[in-house]
């Protein structure tokens, strides 16, 4: 049994792309969108007609809008390949703007459901500010599901556990990328791998604390930069994974032993945040409130990029 298999018996696997012709191939659950996924898919001659034709059919329609038709129709067709759930990002330049945030989201939803998907196939995805959570914890009491993203402190992850979001994506990849870039010359490639991985033991530290206090929001690790990560948390309830590591995995057949199990998660007291004290523990993770807003940053760069394609089509 390869790799890739060996990882389903315990996480849910769920593949990191826009790209839904490469699908198929890896028997995914779910599958996540970011708007640098979409923005890389509709250049592609294979997806341009795509984004043509569903311009042309709201042509005339305000841009915020003809942007979540594209969304939604590449969720649509992700759908038909994945049998689980799509998840579609809420732009990123609304991140500080809970109110619109909200509105978006109940756009998109009611976008999937007129073509006939029911909401629960599909999570919003927001970042997790908190503006963005409290937008969350908003939807979730609508019954709109959330992914909360650009997540990378426990703070983060901590408040959407209590505004009961039904998934977090702590980004690994760009954790370690932080702390390997700060220690410079003196970072140790082998002996920072595997569990003992900033982002590693991010995530791990996370998924302790919501199974020792009963927490239903699910953890999903993202942004992997190796397949050593991943190998490291085996057992988190998902894992969101590019195809280019999807098809490492699928090409060994090296034992995989499961890492995270709620039953050896150490203990931890439970914490609690209003918003001074969240804002002022992410001020105190440098990490984090770097990650976090250069994650924007990059999101909001993309999404106006993907705005002038649509204006161009």
Known sequence: MNQLDQLKSFTTVVADTGNFLQLAQFAPRDATTNPSLILKAVQSPDYAPLLQ??????????????????????????????????????????????????????????????????????????????????????????????NLTLLFSFCQAVACGAAKVQLISPFVGRIYDWYKKSAGSSWDEAARAGANDPGVQSVARIYGYYKQHGIATEVMGASFRNVGQIQALAGCDLLTISPDLLAQLQASDAPLTRALDPASAAAQPAVRYDEAAFRFALNEDAMATEKLAEGIRLFAVDAGKLDQLILAA
């Open 53 to 146: 034709e569903t311009v042309a059919a709201h042509r005339g329609k305000p841009l915020d809008e003809i942007v979540d038709q594209v969304l939604v129709r590449f969720g649509q067709e992700i759908l038909k390949v994945v049998p689980g759930r799509v998840s579609t990002e809420v732009d990123a330049r609304l991140s500080f703007d809970q109110a619109a945030s909200v509105a978006r989201a109940r756009r998109i939803i009611a976008l999937y459901e007129a073509a006939g998907i029911p909401r629960e196939r599909v999570l919003i995805k927001l970042a997790s500010t908190w503006e963005g959570i409290q937008a969350a914890a908003e939807l979730e009491r609508e019954g709109i599901r959330c």
